[in-house]
C-alpha cells in the first residue's frame, strides 16, 4: 500500500490469471520492415473510435467471430467459462477494516446475479463460517442500471479509522481513468454536494475528513507526457478543485506525481508524503511539511516505502545504495529505519531486515499491528516469515511446501493476517494467522474445480543463450508421451518485475488441462522470480535476452519430447503480447498458434500511444537513434515480412483500453493481413485493459481463446 512504486500504471497481469489467476536468431533487415511514423499506412488505426478504424474492427469481428464461435466446440467451452467465472463457491477475498472499534471484512463479490459486482461486509466470525451472512454496501449493476451508465468499480479508498467515509472510483467501461464520487457507508448512499472528482487517470488520498491530496486532470498543462497528473493540490472540503493550491509539481518528463498519508495501526497521520515517479523505476518521496514547505527525503531512487510497524519504517531497494549514514545496502535488501528518529536525523542508522539470497525473491511484504509479514520465494517456492520488530527476529510459518503463497490483507488492530496457498493443481485455501504466536488454520478451501487425475507439476530448467538457465513449470499428465506430440500452451509475460507464480487456474484446468493439453509457465529475465536483479537484466539495451530465454524454454520442450512445433502454442497479455510478437517474428518455425492479448507490437510508437511514455524505464526511448536502434531490432511491427512460416495468430484488444492503446493490436492484424497472412482480430468494445469489463464478456474471450487454440493444436 505504501511502496514507493508505479505499479498501479503498470501493464496487466497476464490474463490467464487474472480469468483464475523467440528462438536463436538474428534480427531482420530493417529496409524490409513495415514503415514506421509518418509512413505507417495503418496509423489512422490509432483513431480509438473514429469511424474508419471502427468499421474496420466491425468487419474484422464479423468475421472472426463468424469463425470462432461457429465451430461446435465453442458454446460448451463458453459454457464450462462461464459456470467457472460465475461459480458462488470461490473464496471471496477478505479486506479487513475497523468500524467503531471492532473489526469487519469486506469484500468484492461477482457473480450470475452480480455482473458488475457487489460491495459487500459481514464479521470476522461470520465470514469464517461456511455461510457467511452478507451486507451490502453497493450493488453496482443496481447503480449502473439507476444512473444508465457503464459503470466498473475501480476500487475505494475510505478514511482510517473508522472507513466511514469513502471515495469510490468508477470506471466508464473498465479505462483507467475513473470518476470519484464520496459515499457515506453509515447512510449507504453517495453523498449530496460531497467530494466529486470528473473522470481522469490520477489518485486522491484522504488526509482527514475535510482535506484531501488530489492529482488529477486540471486541464491543460497539468499531466505528464505519460498522460498521467503532473501536479498535487490540497482541497478542502466546499472548495471547488480549481482554488486547491498547487503543493507539488513534477515535470513534463516524469511519469507521475501523486500525494499519500502514513499512517500508524490507529490511523493517525505520522507523515504526509509525495511521490515524484521520474520514470517507471525510479521515484522520489518528499515530505509535506505542516507550513506547505516541501523537503525531499533520503531514500534509494529505485525502491521505497513498504509499510510502518511499530514506529519502524519499512524500506526496499531496488538497487545497490549507499544511505546517508554511509551504510551500503545491495539491491533486494529490505531494511527499517525508526521513522521518528529518521525523520529528524537523515544520517540515523537503518537495521537490515532481509537480505535475499540470489535464488530467492520477496514477493510481498505487509505489516500486522505488531509484526512485519514477508513472502519470500526460493527457485519459485513460496514460503512466509514473520519479523518481531522489537529484535528483528524471524519465524517461518508453518504452510505447504512447493506451493505459491500470498500474504493478504492483515490487522491493524491485532496480528491477524490472512495467508492464500495454492498450486497448479491445489486449489486455493485460505489460512488465518495470529503472527505474534504464528498459529493458524485454513479458514476457506476450495473444491477442485477440474479433474487433475492423473496430472503433475514439473519444473525444468532451459539454458538461454548466454548460459542462463531459465526455470519452467509444466503442467500435464504424468504419462504424457514424451514423442512431442502434445498440445502445448507456453505462457509469457518477461516484464516489470512481475514474477510468474505457480496458481491455481480452473479455467486453464477445465479448458485446457481436463482436455489432454499441457500447460507451461516460464521464468524469464524481465519477471521478479528472483528479485531486481532478474528484472533489470532484461531491461532495455538487453530486453532481447528476455525473448531468448522464451525462446530457449520453446526449445527446451521440442528437445525434451514434450512437444513439436505443429503442437506448440504461445500465450501472453500486455508486455506478453510483445512477447509473443517478438516470438512471432523470431521463431515462428517453432510454433503453430499464438495468442496475442492487448498487446504492445509497434515498439517504435509505444512512447507516443496513450501511457506508452511511463515505460521508457522499462525498454528505451525511441527518439534517442541509440536506443531506437536496439528497440527496432526486435518491435514486432517493424519486423513483420512476407513469406515466413508464421501461423494464424489470434490477437484480440479492447476499445476501452486507456493504457496499451488498441492500436497496437489493430496495426498488427492488418500489417500482417496485408502480407498476406491468416489472422483472427477481435476488439471488445468494452473491458479496458483487462478485457473484461463483467464476467460474461470474460467467458467469452476464454472460449474464443481455447476454441482458436484446440483448431490449431488438437485437430
Not at 529505485?302 to 544511505?323: M, N
Not at 502434445?486 to 512481475?498: A, D, K, S
Not at 502454442?569 to 510454433?591: C, E, K, V, Y
Amino acid at each position: 500500500m505504501l511502496r514507493r512504486t508505479l505499479t498501479a500504471l503498470a501493464l496487466t497481469l497476464p490474463l490467464s490469471l487474472v480469468a483464475a489467476p523467440v528462438f536463436a536468431q538474428s534480427a531482420s533487415d530493417p529496409t524490409m520492415t513495415a514503415p514506421a511514423d509518418a509512413d505507417d499506412p495503418y496509423l489512422w488505426l490509432e483513431e480509438v473510435e473514429g469511424e474508419r478504424a471502427m468499421a474496420w474492427v466491425e468487419e474484422q469481428n464479423a468475421r472472426s467471430l463468424g469463425i470462432l464461435t461457429g465451430d461446435p466446440r465453442y458454446q460448451g467451452l463458453h459454457d464450462q467459462a462461464l459456470a467457472l467465472l460465475e461459480a458462488r463457491d470461490r473464496i471471496p477475498s477478505p479486506g479487513f477494516r475497523r468500524a467503531g472499534g471492532v473489526e469487519m471484512i469486506d469484500n468484492f463479490w461477482q457473480d450470475a446475479d452480480h455482473v458488475r459486482g457487489i460491495w459487500r461486509t459481514t464479521t470476522v466470525d461470520s465470514y469464517a463460517t461456511d455461510d457467511p451472512q452478507w451486507e451490502t454496501v453497493l450493488d453496482f449493476d443496481a447503480l449502473a442500471a439507476a444512473e444508465g451508465a457503464n459503470w466498473v468499480y475501480k476500487g475505494a479508498g475510505c478514511l482510517p479509522p473508522d472507513g466511514r467515509l469513502c471515495l469510490v472510483n468508477l470506471s466508464d467501461g473498465g479505462k483507467d481513468a475513473v470518476t470519484v464520487r464520496e459515499f457515506d457507508r453509515e447512510t449507504g448512499q453517495f453523498i449530496a454536494g460531497g467530494i466529486t472528482l470528473p473522470e481522469s487517470k490520477g489518485g486522491v488520498s484522504w488526509i482527514d475528513a475535510d482535506t484531501l491530496l488530489v492529482s488529477r486532470d486540471f486541464g491543460e498543462g497539468s499531466l505528464t507526457d505519460s498522460g498521467y497528473p503532473r501536479t498535487v493540490r490540497l482541497l478542502t472540503r466546499g472548495q471547488s478543485i480549481e482554488d486547491a493550491p498547487v503543493v507539488f509539481e513534477g515535470r513534463q518528463t516524469d511519469v507521475s506525481v501523486s500525494g499519500f498519508t502514513l499512517r500508524d495501526s490507529d490511523g493517525v497521520v505520522q507523515a504526509v508524503l509525495l511521490n515524484r515517479g521520474i520514470n517507471f523505476y525510479e521515484s522520489e518521496t518528499w515530505l509535506l511539511n505542516a507550513d506547505g514547505t516541501t523537503r525531499q527525503l533520503a531514500l534509494p531512487l529505485k525502491g521505497g516505502i513498504t509499510a510502518l510497524v511499530d514506529g519502524q519504517l519499512i524500506v526496499t531497494t531496488d538497487q545497490d545504495w549507499t544511505a546517508p549514514s554511509g551504510q551500503e545496502f545491495r539491491t533486494g535488501d529490505v531494511l527499517a529505519y525508526d521513522l521518528a528518529a529518521w525523520l529528524a536525523d537523515p544520517t540515523v542508522e537503518a537495521h537490515l531486515v532481509i537480505r535475499p539470497g540470489p535464488r530467492e525473491s520477496i514477493e510481498g511484504i505487509t505489516a500486522t499491528r505488531n509484526r512485519l509479514v514477508v513472502a519470500l520465494f526460493e527457485n519459485v517456492r513460496g514460503a512466509v516469515y514473520v519479523y518481531d520488530p522489537s529484535d528483528w527476529s524471524r519465524t517461518r510459518l508453518d504452510l505447504p511446501e512447493n506451493v505459491t503463497v500470498g500474504v493478504g490483507s492483515a490487522s491493524d488492530m491485532d496480528d491477524r493476517v490472512f495467508v492464500s496457498v495454492a498450486g497448479y493443481l491445489n486449489p486455493q485455501s485460505l489460512w488465518l494467522f495470529d503472527a505474534s504466536t504464528g498459529e493458524g488454520e485454513v479458514i476457506k478451501s476450495l473444491p477442485a474445480k477440474f479433474n487433475a487425475d492423473g496430472l503433475e507439476v514439473r519444473q525444468f530448467e532451459a539454458v538461454s543463450a548466454d548460459g542462463t538457465r531459465i526455470p519452467y513449470f509444466v503442467v500435464g499428465r504424468s504419462d504424457m508421451p514424451m514423442d512431442g506430440s502434445n498440445p502445448t500452451l507456453l505462457y509469457g509475460y518477461g516484464g516489470f518485475q512481475v514474477s510468474m507464480l505457480p496458481g491455481y487456474s480452473a479455467t486453464v484446468g477445465k479448458l485446457w488441462l481436463e482436455r489432454g493439453g499441457v500447460y507451461v509457465v516460464a521464468n524469464t529475465r524481465g519477471g521478479g522470480e528472483f528479485g531486481p536483479t532478474w528484472h533489470q537484466s532484461a531491461q532495455g539495451v538487453n530486453r532481447q535476452r528476455a525473448h531468448e530465454d522464451f525462446q530457449a524454454v520453446a526449445l527446451d520442450l521440442i528437445d525434451r519430447g514434450i512437444t513439436s512445433q505443429p503442437r506448440l502454442g504461445i500465450m501472453g497479455g500486455s508486455q506478453g503480447g510483445l512477447f509473443m510478437g517478438a516470438m512471432l517474428t523470431q521463431r515462428p518455425d517453432l510454433i503453430n498458434a499464438a495468442v496475442i492479448q492487448v498487446p504492445l507490437f509497434d515498439m517504435l510508437r509505444f512512447h507516443k500511444l496513450l501511457a506508452g511514455a511511463s515505460w521508457i524505464a522499462e525498454y528505451g526511448n525511441p527518439d534517442i537513434p541509440e536506443e531506437r536502434e536496439w528497440i527496432a531490432a526486435y518491435s514486432p511491427y517493424q519486423n513483420l515480412r512476407a513469406g515466413q512460416p508464421y501461423p494464424e495468430v489470434f490477437i484480440h484488444t479492447s476499445t476501452k483500453d486507456d493504457r496499451v492503446h488498441p492500436g497496437h493490436a489493430r496495426k498488427a492484424a492488418a500489417r500482417m493481413e496485408e502480407l498476406g497472412y491468416d489472422v483472427l482480430f477481435y476488439e471488445n468494445t468494452d473491458g479496458g485493459h483487462a478485457a473484461g469489463a463483467n464476467l460474461r464478456e470474460t467467458a467469452r474471450r476464454l472460449a474464443l481463446e481455447y476454441t482458436y487454440l484446440t483448431r490449431r493444436l488438437m485437430d
